[in-house]
């Protein structure tokens, strides 16, 4: 079965850390393009990190830029995105996606078809 599944979200404090994790089943994570998106209520879903299977080059968006880092376990068969200094406009659902059509040079939602259920991240102040 395909499949993508986020954990680590949680509460933390405004300055904090969290790594958040995304396993895949079903198939090989390191063949495909995967990117990390958030969604905070009333917003649109926003990439915010992702790593290109090509030459493993990444993308950061402004708001993280710093502050997040994406990685790859192939091993685990795992991506990872670390998130240091937390803010309290970092709250949202975190979610995982990979590109199985094959496309995807950016970090744009509508280049990625398989998605996680997502991870909710709340950052107190």
């Known amino acids: 079965q395909v499949q993508l599944v986020e954990s680590g979200g949680g509460l933390v404090e405004a300055g904090g850390s969290l790594r958040l994790s995304c396993v895949a089943s079903g198939f090989t994570l390191d063949y495909y393009a995967v990117g990390w998106f958030r969604q905070a209520p009333g917003k649109e879903r926003e990439g915010i990190a992702c790593?290109?299977?090509?030459?493993?080059?990444?993308y950061y968006a402004d708001s993280v830029q710093g502050r997040v880092t994406i990685s790859r376990d192939s091993g685990k068969n795992r991506v990872y995105l670390q998130i240091d200094s937390l803010k309290p406009e970092d709250t949202a659902v975190y979610y995982c996606?990979?590109?199985?059509?094959?496309?995807?040079?950016?970090?744009?939602?509508?280049?990625?078809?398989?998605w996680g259920q997502g991870t909710q991240v709340t950052v107190s102040s």
């Open positions: 790593i290109f299977k090509n030459d493993g080059s990444k």
């Open positions: 996606a990979t590109d199985f059509e094959d496309i995807a040079t950016m970090c744009r939602t509508d280049l990625y078809d398989w």
